[in-house]
Nanobody
Framework: QVRLVESGGGSVQSGGSLRLSCVTSGVTHTRDSMAWFRQTPGKEREGIATINGHGTTYYRQSVKGRFTISRDNAKNTLYLQMNNLIAEDSAMYYC??????????????????WGQGTQVTVSS
């Protein structure tokens, strides 16, 4: 059974940092691609960072250079380090897993398991 549990969200001032964690079960971290998505009310959920089983990463342009996705295979955990946060980064953040996939994708339909989300609020 696959389970994803996010944590680490909170409130921070503009320019600050947060690190999100996603503890997993049922995910093979040396094989399965994972990603971070975010969503604000009334908007589509958007993919912002993804990592595959080889550790190759891909980012949405708006977060490139500020956010870093990583995974600790021994701890079965996915991370998102977020630096230089801006108000536009405020959203509910979700981790997602694509079981059996090596591909780097930032579209929702590629992922078959999701966490419950963790809220990030950045004040200017």
């Amino acid at each position: 059974q696959v389970r994803l549990v996010e944590s680490g969200g909170g409130s921070v001032q503009s320019g600050g940092s947060l690190r999100l964690s996603c503890v997993t079960s049922g995910v093979t971290h040396t094989r399965d691609s994972m990603a971070w998505f975010r969503q604000t009310p009334g908007k589509e959920r958007e993919g912002i960072a993804t990592i595959n089983g080889h550790g190759t990463t891909y980012y949405r342009q708006s977060v490139k250079g500020r956010f870093t996705i990583s995974r600790d295979n021994a701890k079965n955990t996915l991370y998102l380090q977020m630096n230089n946060l801006i108000a536009e980064d405020s959203a509910m953040y979700y981790c997602a897993a694509a079981i059996g996939s090596w591909y780097l994708e930032l579209i929702q339909s590629h992922y078959n398991y999701w966490g419950q989300g963790t809220q990030v609020t950045v004040s200017s």
